[in-house]
């Protein structure tokens, strides 16, 4: 099972700054990682994919990049809808697995 | 648009079986382009895949979870379901339904999330 390590568990921010979020994976798993936003009370919901490629929607602010084992998640200007927890997954190899997830809030 | 809605009893008793359903909509559980999954997140923890079915009815299942757990297909009602055998404290959680799609043979991202159903597991 390749095990995916987020970091870090909390980042504090505040509005308009941007925040780098960062994971890796226990093997590589090329380009087969996704990235998630999850609102309290909410599911997740898809933002990048390939990753790096933005999900329907998903504004230019967020932007994914790595290979391998090294992957980060870019937002370069935070609005307040942007603080929630992110996952990032693996799908390279089953079971699929995620992160235990970064969450972002106001500093 | 594609809707997935989860249903089911929020509560089951230690060594029974969980059962829960998802309901599709705008999309259809017979479209070859597509997995359908289960996921689940114990309360203040992270996610684990559960398994997903494919619309021949395989299906590919967590090997952690894999001798307790079913999940099948209703075509007739563009329905999936989960059965989780034996649950224990450990098993409560919030379990997603979700879509991923399907490139050549190998499952992807999750696209779709049902809102999820909390089971809590209590005698």
């Known amino acids: 099972e390749t095990v995916m390590t987020q970091s870090p568990a909390t980042l504090s921010v505040s509005p308009g700054e941007g925040a780098t979020l960062s994971c890796r994976a226990s093997?590589?798993?090329?380009?087969?990682l996704a990235w998630y936003q999850q609102k309290p009370a909410q599911a997740p919901s898809l933002l990048i994919y390939?990753?790096?490629t933005r999900a329907a929607g998903i504004p230019a602010t967020f932007s994914g990049n790595g290979s391998g084992t090294e992957f980060t998640l870019t937002i370069s200007s935070l609005r307040s809808e942007d603080f929630a927890v992110y996952h990032c997954?693996?799908?390279?190899?089953?079971?699929?697995?995620f992160g235990g997830g970064t969450k972002v809030e106001i500093k | 648009q594609v809707q997935l809605q989860e249903s089911g009893p929020g509560l089951v008793k230690p060594s029974e079986t969980l059962s829960v359903t998802c309901t599709v909509s705008g999309d259809s559980v017979s479209s070859p382009s597509y997995y359908w999954t289960w996921i689940r997140q114990p309360p203040g923890k992270g996610l684990e895949s559960i398994g997903y079915i494919y619309y021949t009815g395989s299906t590919n299942y967590n090997p952690s979870l894999k001798s307790r757990v079913t999940i099948s297909l209703d075509t007739s009602k563009n329905q999936f379901s989960l059965n989780l055998t034996s649950v224990t404290a450990a098993d409560a959680a919030v379990y997603y339904c979700?879509?991923?799609?399907?490139?050549?043979?190998?499952?992807?991202?999750?696209?779709?999330w049902g809102q999820g159903a909390l089971v809590t597991v209590s005698s």
């Open positions: 390939g990753a790096s």
């Open positions: 093997h590589s798993v090329g380009s087969k």
């Open positions: 997954q693996q799908y390279d190899n089953w079971p699929l697995t």
């Open positions: 979700a879509r991923a799609r399907r490139v050549i043979v190998w499952v992807s991202e999750f696209d779709s």
